[in-house]
C-alpha cells in the first residue's frame, strides 16, 4: 500500500466492526503502527498524546482483531474492519460514539459472565450456573412458550417483557455453551447472499 502521511507521519484509521459494519473508533497510525497491526493482527495506533505506540486492548484485554485495511481513494486515510474483543471505547460502549444496541448486549454478557464466575448466593443467574446446562435450557424452553402465549393476546408490554426474558435467558445459555451472541451473528452474517 502507497500510504500517504501527513506532516506529522500519521495517517487515520477508522475502525469498523467486521460483522454489523458500525464504526467503533477513529485513531493515528504511524508506519510503525501500520506495520505491527498487519504482522500481530491486533491493530495498533501511535498514540497522539502519550507519543507511544499502543496496542488497543494492551490494558483491558479488549483487543481489536484485524480482518482487513482498505486504503481510501486519496491513499491517505484507512478503513480497518475488526472483530473487537469486547468494548472498543474505554468508558465501555461498542463504539466511542455508544452504540446503545450492542452496548446493552455486551453489558449483558459481561454481567452474565461476572455471575458464572462468582456463583454469587444472592444471584438469580448464579443459581441457575449452579443448577446446570439442564435447567438453563429448561428456562429458555419456559420463557420461549411463554413469548408464544403472550404473542396470541393484545398485550404489546406482557409481550416485549417476555421477549425480554426469552432473550436474557438465551444469552445465559450462549455462556453456558462458551458462546457469546456476536457467534449466532457470525452464523447468520455467513447466511447472507
Same mark, same amino acid.
Given at each position: ?17 467486521? &460483522?454489523?459494519? @458500525? ?14 497491526? &498487519? ?78 464466575? @462468582?456463583?454469587?448466593?444472592? @444471584?438469580?443467574?448464579? @443459581? ?10 429448561? &428456562? ?54
Amino acid at each position: 500500500m502507497n500510504l500517504k502521511f501527513d506532516n506529522n507521519q500519521l495517517i487515520p484509521a477508522i475502525i469498523q466492526d467486521a &460483522k454489523n459494519k @458500525s464504526v467503533l473508533m477513529l485513531g493515528y497510525m504511524n508506519q510503525e503502527a501500520f506495520e505491527l497491526t &498487519k504482522t500481530t493482527n491486533r491493530v495498533t495506533f501511535y498514540s497522539r498524546s502519550k507519543e507511544r505506540i499502543w496496542v488497543k486492548g494492551e490494558s483491558s484485554g479488549n483487543y481489536l482483531e484485524l480482518v482487513d485495511i482498505k486504503l481510501d481513494c486519496d491513499n491517505d486515510a484507512l478503513l480497518i474492519t475488526v472483530n473487537p474483543q469486547g468494548p472498543t471505547c474505554h468508558k465501555g460502549t461498542a463504539s466511542c460514539w455508544g452504540d446503545v444496541d450492542l452496548d446493552t448486549i455486551q453489558y449483558l454478557e459481561k454481567t452474565i459472565q461476572n455471575r458464572q464466575e @462468582s456463583l454469587a448466593d444472592n @444471584s438469580y443467574v448464579s @443459581s441457575l450456573f449452579k443448577k446446570g446446562i439442564n435447567k438453563i435450557a429448561q &428456562k429458555v424452553g419456559e420463557e420461549a412458550v411463554e413469548v408464544v402465549i403472550e404473542s396470541k393476546d393484545d398485550n404489546d408490554e406482557l409481550f416485549l417483557n417476555e421477549s425480554a426474558d426469552l432473550f436474557f435467558h438465551f444469552l445465559i445459555l450462549l455462556r453456558a455453551k462458551n458462546f457469546n451472541f456476536s457467534d449466532v451473528l457470525n452464523v447468520l452474517e455467513s447466511r447472507k447472499n
